[in-house]
């Protein structure tokens, strides 16, 4: 059996990325997984909207991974640069606690207490390093 699949972004705006604070007291990515028939572009698009109340264009694929969400449960994970279409500020929905533009150079492996996972980690890293502005290529 494969790994359910959820689609990530990576937004960076003005030095700082998005992030949201889950449930498991983690800091994640905006997204989540696509709806049957929804392509990866789509489904982050509309899960950016409904997560943070923002308007995204999505660009580059970037590294994959398996996470185990919890003990036993993994997912694959596809992140994706993204590029802000509107304004930034953000809305939390109530699928998380709290919503931050965090500036990168205080980007690590705990941020105010909370752990930022690795794999999201190096997707930042790994966006931090791509042109900003999306490509126009068929995801």
């Not at 999505?58 to 802000?84: K, M, N, Q, T």
């Not at 941020?111 to 502005?133: E, F, N, T, V």
């Amino acid at each position: 059996m494969t790994d359910p699949i959820s689609v990530k972004g990576v937004l960076i705006h003005q030095d700082s990325v998005l992030l949201l604070l889950n449930e498991r007291g983690e800091w994640d990515l905006p997204g989540g997984r696509p709806d049957p028939g929804e392509d990866h572009s789509a489904a982050l698009m509309r899960e950016v909207q409904e997560e943070a109340g923002l308007v995204v264009e999505v660009g580059a694929a970037l590294s994959d991974y398996r996470f185990e969400v919890l003990p036993g449960r993994f997912v694959r994970i596809l992140a994706f640069v993204c590029r802000l279409s509107g304004s930034s500020d953000v809305v939390v929905s109530d699928e998380h606690l709290e919503i931050r533009w965090l500036p990168l150079a205080e980007l690590g492996e705990r941020i105010h207490g909370h752990r930022l996972p690795s794999g999201y980690l190096g997707a930042i890293r790994q966006a931090m390093d791509q042109p900003r502005s999306p490509s126009r290529r068929s995801v």
